[in-house]
């Protein structure tokens, strides 16, 4: 009696499980750029990982008592190394849109619907924590295996959000394009992060790094970074592509 009892549950499980899923297939979605404040370009980020953008839908009912908290609920997908994003697969609603976890300060959530089978472009300005002005890395043409790296940084606070320096760094790597704090070659890059004191800032910087070998293609960078920085992310100059 018992093997029969177990035999109709684990049936009726089965059939339950073999349902039709009556909800359609999520066929809306949303692209744009974060554009730097400081220059008007598409912001400079890391790859992979520079940051995410944070969705919430807001349209299902009873969504009036987590509207306060931006995280209840909340979904999140990264954006890309030019500052672009994508997210193809989401349902038509309305929802919360921002950006986060970025190296740059709070960005004001901004409410959007999206329609069934439409991908609207939703853009953004964001003020990075670290801007870069005269950057230049070359080689040194007095050493076939150094490379000479002069930069200028300046920090962006607001009334609200503050913004301390904390350090620099050259990366560079042979290995990828996408050089930065998660891919670079330690016999090329800066040993360790160079501490920034407020009196640099707006001043210009020299680095000298060695190692390059002849013959081989590589990839290098500043990067530089606040303490109010998510998760300790760097602000980043352009890629610069040497041969050697």
């Known amino acids: 009696m018992k093997k029969l009892i177990y035999f109709l549950m684990a049936s009726s499980l089965l059939l339950a499980s073999c349902e039709n899923d009556n ?5 809306a979605g949303l692209q744009g ?44 997908f990264w954006g890309r190394a030019d500052g672009t994003f994508t997210n193809t697969k989401m349902f038509a609603a309305t929802y919360q849109i921002t950006p986060v976890n970025g190296p740059f300060h709070t960005v004001p959530i901004r409410e959007v619907t999206l329609q069934s089978g439409m991908n609207p472009p939703v853009d953004f300005n964001v003020l990075p924590y670290v801007s870069f002005r005269d950057v230049s890395i070359v080689k040194d043409p007095a050493n076939s295996q150094r490379v000479i790296a002069t930069f200028t940084v300046d920090v962006n606070a607001t009334a609200d ?8 760094r050259l990366f560079a790597t042979s290995r990828s394009p996408y050089v930065g704090a998660s891919v670079f070659d330690d016999d ?51 890629i610069v592509k040497i041969e050697f």
């Open 33 to 76: 750029t974060l554009t730097d404040e400081m220059t008007g370009k598409p912001l400079v980020t890391e790859q992979p990982n520079g940051f995410q953008i944070r969705n919430k839908e807001i349209s299902w009912t009873g969504t009036d008592i987590v509207l306060d908290n931006p995280e209840l609920y909340a979904r999140y």
């Open 161 to 168: 959000e503050p913004a301390t320096i904390r350090n620099y």
């Open 188 to 238: 090329v890059s800066s040993t360790t992060d160079v501490a920034l004191k407020p009196e640099q800032l707006g001043m210009p910087i020299t680095m000298r790094q060695t190692g390059f070998v002849p013959g081989k293609t590589y990839y290098l960078r500043i990067g530089a970074r606040c303490k109010e920085s998510p998760q300790d992310r760097y602000n980043l100059t352009e």
């Open 23 to 27: 909800y359609d297939e999520p066929d």
